[in-house]
Every structure is written in C-alpha cells, then in structure tokens.
C-alpha cells in the first residue's frame, strides 16, 4: 500500500510539473506572438511613413531633375559647339549664377514697370476727371447757348410770320386786283406761248381742278407748281399743260412716271430720269424756256407751236396734238 500511494503521489507531482510547463510555455508563446503583433504594427507604420518619404524624396527628384534639365537644354543652346559633359562646371555654376541676377533685374524691372503703370493710371484719372470737369462746363456752356439760340430763334419766328403775314396780304390784293375771269381765257395756234394767261394762282388751280380729263388727278395736284413755274420761266401755263399732257397722257405713262419725265426730254434715245415730280417739271419749264422760247436759244425757231414744233417734234401732227388738249383745258 506504501509502494502504491508513493506511486500515486509521484505521477501527480510529474502531471502538475508538465501541466504548470505546458501552462508557461502557452503563456510564453501568447506573449510572444502579442509582442510580434505590437512590432508589426509598428513596421507598417514606419513603412507607411518610408513610403510617403519616398513619395516627398521621388517629387522633389523630379523638380530637381527638371531644373537640372532646363540648365542642361541653356547649356546646350549657349554651348552648341560644345562636347558632352557629365559633371556641371564652374561655368555652369556662373552661368546659373547670372540667371538669378537676370531673374532679380528682371523682377525689379517688373516693379519699375508696375510703378510706371501705376503712374499711368493716376495721371489717365487725372486726365479723365479734368475731362469730365471741362465736359461738364462745356455743356454749361452750349446749355446756355442753347437758351439764347432759343430766345433769338423765338425773334426770327416772330420776324418770319410777320413776313408771311405782309406775303398773304399783298397775294389778297393782287388776287381783287386781278380782273381776268376764268370766262376770259383764250388761246389759239398762233398765240404767243410767254405770254401768261393772267389768271391768278387759286384761279388756274380751280381751273385745272376742273378739267374732266386728268383721270389720274397728276395735273390738279400739281397745279400750284406749275402755275410757279410758268411764272418764274414766262410761259403760257394752259400750253405747259397740253404739253406734258400730249407727251405723257393725261394719265401720265408709266415710263414718264417713272422717270419723272414729263416732256420726253431725251438723250441717246432714252428717256432722261429726275429724282422727283418737281424736279421733272422744273427741268422742262426750264428747257422750253431756255432753249425754245427764248431769242438766241439753241433751238428758238419763234414763239408759236410751229416755231417750237421745228426742232422739239417735226411731225406734222404735233401742233394738233398739243392745241387739242390745250382746247380740253379751256
């Protein structure tokens, strides 16, 4: 029974060895991997931290790189001539000197530059607001001229209605002291075409207004401006108007519409063309006067139809024409 339990208690004491070896062994591993746990950590934080300090080394690389070639490429456009070389010199280190002291003239050029920009846009706001100050008196000034103008053309106005005021007068007195009725008008083939029928303006409009065949109403519009016309130029105005008439219709034609033509006054057998009805009619008052109707005029055969008919139209039915609708006036 001795043997036994001192067996017994042997086999504990190895169980209680082995299991308090197995124990710390456990113990031992866990804190080692806990420890191998820590350091890596560690490591991929300082390789986080290499990396970024690569990154910085590697960027800073590249801008040196880049100087390093922009000096290369001055050195190869100053030095073409030149061989390869390796190593920079003490030339280059000259050369980059007198760079920075071009860079430094250039920026203090730059400065001068600004400053004298600055002086520019002080002295074009000076300029602006002297302009500004003489615009402003300038228009002070036409302000008051203005004004004046005004008083002065007020006075002018005044003077010119008194002149048509005295012009209406004296055209009511010579309308009373007209004694010739439209009763009283007369032509013939043989009549003097620069003597004047006699009539007074708004009796010949009044006649012409009447006359039933001036369809187009051309001549009961005009009729003021011919009666003016034939004042200025002495010609008979029953005859102007048998004139255009027998030329153009009493319709007036399209191409001597259009023309403004009212004669046929032709040149390289074409119509001639006026800018305007007055300008139309003025021309041909002007033409029969001048070179018609007046001694010593270019085509002057005498003062009748026949004599005008010599050179303006030698058909020998144009006084008939003109005298028929002169008749259709009357």
Request: proline content about 0%; overall charge positive; aromatic content about 6%.
């Amino acid at each position: 029974m001795s043997k036994a339990k001192s067996g017994l208690t042997f086999t504990r004491i190895v169980y209680i060895i082995l299991t308090s070896i197995a124990v710390i062994g456990v113990l031992f591993i866990t804190a080692k991997n806990f420890r191998n746990l820590n350091l890596s950590s560690k490591t991929e934080e300082n390789m986080q931290a290499n990396i970024e300090n690569l990154q910085l080394a590697s960027a800073g690389n590249e801008s040196f790189l880049s100087t390093v070639r922009i000096v290369g490429d001055s050195e190869k456009t100053t030095n073409s001539n030149s061989e390869n070389v390796t190593s920079r010199s003490s030339a280059d280190l000259r050369t980059d000197k007198e760079s920075t002291n071009n860079s430094k003239k250039e920026l203090n050029d730059d400065s001068k530059n600004d400053t004298s920009v600055k002086t520019d846009k002080s002295k074009k706001s000076s300029d602006s607001k002297t302009k500004t100050a003489v615009e402003k008196k300038n228009n002070k000034i036409n302000v008051t001229d203005e004004k004046k103008s005004g008083k002065t053309n007020t006075a002018d106005d005044k003077e010119d209605n008194k002149e048509n005021a005295t012009k209406k007068s004296e055209s009511k007195k010579s309308t009373t002291k007209s004694t010739v009725s439209i009763s009283d008008v007369t032509i013939s083939r043989t009549m003097n075409l620069t003597k004047r029928t006699g009539l007074s303006r708004e009796d010949f409009i009044k006649l012409i207004s009447g006359v039933k065949a001036d369809t187009s109403g051309f001549f009961e519009d005009n009729a003021g401006t011919i009666y003016d016309l034939c004042k200025t130029y002495s010609i008979n105005e029953i005859f102007f108007c048998g004139l255009i008439s027998a030329e153009s219709g009493w319709n007036i034609a399209s191409n001597h519409r259009r023309t403004h033509n009212y004669i046929s006054l032709m040149k390289n057998g074409k119509l001639i063309s006026y800018n305007s009805v007055y300008e139309g009619l003025k021309v041909a008052a002007q033409k029969l006067h001048n070179n018609y109707l007046a001694v010593g005029g270019k085509f002057y055969h005498g003062k009748t139809l026949a004599g005008v008919k010599t050179c303006f139209c030698p058909s020998s039915t144009w006084v008939s024409l003109v005298y028929g609708r002169m008749q259709q006036i009357i």
